[in-house]
T-cell receptor, first 108, second 111 residues
Framework: GQQLNQSPQSMFIQEGEDVSMNCTSS?????WLWYKQDPGEGPVLLIA?????ELTSNGRLTAQFGITRKDSFLNISASIPSDVGIYFC????????FGAGTRLTVKP | NAGVTQTPKFQVLKTGQSMTLQCAQD?????MSWYRQDPGMGLRLIHY???????DQGEVPNGYNVSRSTTEDFPLRLLSAAPSQTSVYFC??????????FGSGTRLTVV
């Protein structure tokens, strides 16, 4: 099946620090996406990547689509308290599959 | 523009009961999907649809049925609820290359 392995499972960082998380798969995906989920809400799209090697930024967030199309990473620079939440990677072909998530805690 | 609307927001069922979770989108999106999310886990795909009249199974389809008679609606049916189906259910839709837009979820408890 199309399994996505996301790491780390959780992170505890100080406000102002940078964060990096990644996702790997044994399957090739046409599109990689990163979502954030706040408690009691549905996931919200942060960044979508459409081409192998693509590097895309959205404010303090930067994500890359791996050359092999089997991996992606997300970086958050200069973290702030509102970055707290669960971050999910997702791979999209005809359907979309999710990683298990990275739970981010930011200490003021 | 409401986006993706799920009803109900909360539901408690007894084992063996059936029910339908409703999902509607007003963005004329072709693709729609149903996911379940259990504590500490990511979202697992139940069923998805690439257009009206077309549905397919995802990772965990057993115990669930779907239909897609219109572009706007994609209901999820639980035929005979089991405690293992206690979860948060999310419906999502997308059009073209863009990522999926999610509803706010239905929290289902089966006792």
């Amino acid at each position: 099946g199309q399994q996505l392995n996301q790491s780390p499972q959780s992170m505890f960082i100080q406000e102002g620090e940078d964060v990096s998380m990644n996702c790997t798969s044994s399957s090739i995906f046409n599109t990689w996406l990163w979502y954030k989920q706040d408690p009691g809400e549905g996931p919200v799209l942060l960044i979508a990547l459409y081409k192998a090697g693509e590097l895309t930024s959205n404010g303090r967030l930067t994500a890359q689509f791996g050359i092999t199309r089997k991996d992606s990473f997300l970086n958050i620079s200069a973290s702030i308290p509102s970055d707290v939440g669960i971050y999910f990677c997702a791979g999209l072909n005809n359907d979309m599959r999710f990683g298990a998530g990275t739970r981010l805690t930011v200490k003021p | 523009n409401a986006g993706v609307t799920q009803t109900p927001k909360f539901q408690v069922l007894k084992t063996g009961q059936s029910m339908t979770l409703q999902c509607a989108q007003d963005m004329n999106h072709e693709y729609m999907s149903w996911y379940r999310q259990d504590p500490g886990m990511g979202l697992r795909l139940i069923h998805y649809s690439v257009g009206a009249g077309i549905t397919d199974q995802g990772e965990v389809p057993n115990g669930y049925n779907v239909s897609r008679s219109t572009t706007e609606d994609f209901p999820l049916r639980l035929l005979s609820a089991a405690p293992s189906q206690t979860s948060v259910y999310f419906c999502a839709s997308r059009g073209g290359e863009a990522g999926y837009t999610f509803g706010s979820g239905t929290r289902l408890t089966v006792v």
